[in-house]
């Protein structure tokens, strides 16, 4: 079994920052890629920022430039740095992780990230 948790959300004011961790655990040799995620009421979740253990990234166009994914792989912990926050990135976050040799990716709870004044 596989466990996964988020850490970082909170509140922020529009263009500050936040610094999102997630870390993987459990019974696995080593991690293939992990994904932010994030869904905001009434809509569906979307892919934020994807980073594999290769360190190949890609961000949904909304994020570019203003967001960072970074991997750790001797943690199996990911990253995601926000910077420049705006109130359409107030979301649920979630984090989940694809393991070399398993099926299904595995989700953690969420953290919730608000940009407001």
Request: some cysteine; overall charge positive; hydrophobic content about 35%.
């Amino acid at each position: 079994q596989v466990q996964v948790v988020e850490s970082g959300g909170g509140l922020v004011q529009p263009g500050g920052s936040l610094r999102l961790s997630c870390a993987a655990s459990g019974h696995f040799l080593a991690i293939y890629a992990m994904a932010w995620y994030r869904q905001a009421p009434g809509k569906q979740r979307e892919l934020v920022a994807r980073i594999t253990s290769m360190d190949e990234r890609n961000y949904v166009d909304s994020v570019k430039g203003r967001f960072t994914i970074s991997m750790n792989n001797a943690k199996h912990t990911v990253y995601l740095q926000m910077n420049s926050l705006k109130p359409e990135d107030t979301a649920v976050y979630y984090c989940n992780a694809d393991v070399f040799g398993h099926q299904n990716l595995y989700w953690g709870q969420g953290t919730q990230v608000t940009v407001s004044s």
